[in-house]
């Protein structure tokens, strides 16, 4: 099986899976319903970040279904963009109590998890989902969304993963980095924006319309990286770039 080709990547990506679906490397596995791993296009050139999975994705073991995730989703196909075409996990893949910020421990204890889904995916760009993710994925720094979103960080995210193949006592890891662009959370939107029902729509002007305007601008970041990377080789993937 050719490394970083899809057949590989799902393969990989379901072992990971198997892995971590009865996780109990914190106390979010004692009350959890379902894991929440991740799902999406195994070549994505976006790789998507939230916080943790609500009431909904508990139940359902599916990321950004929720009320929150619906709001998402609305966007990103307003944008003419299939979601299908993104790959998307959180922080943690279990939800916390009373949908609360997972603390430190427990997303420290699920880091690992998220670093290998990054590294087999091999994203052109992550897009952190709010604040939590962003400050994060940015090593703890205290980054305000306020300021950041819709801005390039560049690198954003650097994590170590594993040296393919993938096998036995190997424990040898490449340090890598991926740009990154935050973007509010759309559960942040759904409490500060006003949202008509009747016309599914947000108030004029809010954050809503600036997380929209933020949606548009990774997608030209995404074309200008891709169009770079084709300059220098357009055989070769850039995880092999990154391995010699």
Known sequence: MTPWSTKWKLDKLQQLNQEWYKCTKCQLCKKRH????????????????????????????????????????????????KWESIYITNLVCCRPPGNRNPTSLEKNACFARLQEQIYIVDPLLVVAVGREALQFLAGGRAL????????????????????????????????????????????????????????????????AEQTYDDLG????????????????????????????
């Open 34 to 81: 379902k894991v929440v791993f991740g799902e999406g296009n195994p070549n994505a050139n976006l790789l998507f970040v939230g916080e943790a999975p609500g009431e909904t994705e508990d139940k359902e073991g599916v990321p950004f279904i929720g009320k929150s995730g619906q709001i998402l989703r609305a966007m990103w196909t307003a944008a003419s963009q």
């Open 144 to 207: 305000a969304i306020e300021e950041k979103h819709g801005r390039l960080l560049s690198p954003g995210v650097a994590i170590g993963g594993c040296v393919f193949p993938r096998t036995g006592d190997d424990h040898k890891t490449w340090n890598l980095t991926y740009d990154m662009v935050p973007i509010y959370h759309p559960a942040f939107i759904l409490r500060k924006d006003s949202y008509n029902p009747e016309t599914d729509t947000f108030e004029h002007g809010g954050i």
């Open 217 to 244: 601008r990774i997608l030209t970041r995404v074309k200008l990286i891709k169009e770079a990377f084709e300059k220098v080789n357009p055989s070769i993937s850039r995880k092999r770039e990154c391995q010699k």
